[in-house]
T-cell receptor
Framework: AQKVTQAQTEISVVEKEDVTLDCVYETRDTTYYLFWYKQPPSGELVFLIRRNSFDEQNEISGRYSWNFQKSTSSFNFTITASQVVDSAVYFC?????????????FGTGTRLKVLA | EPEVTQTPSHQVTQMGQEVILRCVPISNHLYFYWYRQILGQKVEFLVSFYNNEISEKSEIFDDQFSVERPDGSNFTLKIRSTKLEDSAMYFCASEGLAGPSYNEQFFGPGTRLTVL
């Protein structure tokens, strides 16, 4: 069965610190997609990244980076030099391979508080 | 850039009343989804819809819920007799068939439903 675990319920850091948000997933499929979304206090879901199971390259986008490790079924997200505007709830999600047939399974989210 | 829109942004209703939440997916997308997020909890899949029929639904999506694509642009979620526990943010999402956004769902801004 599909499952996404975000063990960190809430993290508080001081501005400019680096922070890593953990995501561990379970799936029986060999082809799947992983996602990270940001949910600011306004409530919308902001897409951050999509990674497919065949692409294990780490990705960097500005202050954001993602570490995908199939061996440990993890897809962790690091924010470098955090800023107050990074304060939000971050969700990791998993989708199996068939479009339109398979839903996204979300983790429970990690609330990040960046203090000035 | 095309986006998914949802109306209304906030709906307040009395318990037992029917509500219809509306979504306009991205125009060339073929797969449509509804998700629910109870305040402070994770985003949960409700239903997926393709080719004018439900392709998958969760246990949450019971007989009180229905979905419809009444015309070429709208996608609606109807709750026949609302309960207090239906209070949540409801997200619509749509997904294309191919191209760079393959297997990526585009989420609307959400409708916050409050049942009194």
């Amino acid at each position: 069965a599909q499952k996404v675990t975000q063990a960190q319920t809430e993290i508080s850091v001081v501005e400019k610190e680096d922070v890593t948000l953990d995501c561990v997933y379970e799936t029986r499929d060999t082809t799947y997609y992983l996602f990270w979304y940001k949910q600011p206090p306004s409530g919308e879901l902001v897409f951050l990244i999509r990674r497919n199971s065949f692409d294990e390259q780490n990705e960097i986008s500005g202050r954001y980076s993602w570490n995908f490790q199939k061996s440990t079924s993890s897809f962790n997200f690091t924010i470098t030099a955090s800023q107050v505007v990074d304060s939000a709830v971050y969700f990791c999600a998993l989708s199996e391979s068939e479009p339109g047939t398979y839903k996204y399974i979300f983790g429970t989210g990690t609330r990040l508080k960046v203090l000035a | 850039e095309p986006e998914v829109t949802q109306t209304p942004s906030h709906q307040v209703t009395q318990m037992g009343q029917e509500v219809i939440l509306r979504c306009v997916p991205i125009s060339n997308h073929l797969y449509f989804y509804w998700y629910r997020q109870i305040l402070g909890q994770k985003v949960e899949f409700l239903v997926s819809f393709y080719n004018n029929e439900i392709s998958e639904k969760s246990e949450i999506f019971d007989d009180q819920f229905s979905v419809e694509r009444p015309d070429g642009s709208n996608f609606t979620l109807k709750i026949r007799s609302t309960k207090l526990e239906d209070s949540a943010m409801y997200f619509c999402a749509s997904e294309g068939l191919a191209g760079p956004s393959y297997n990526e769902q585009f989420f609307g801004p959400g409708t916050r439903l409050t049942v009194l």
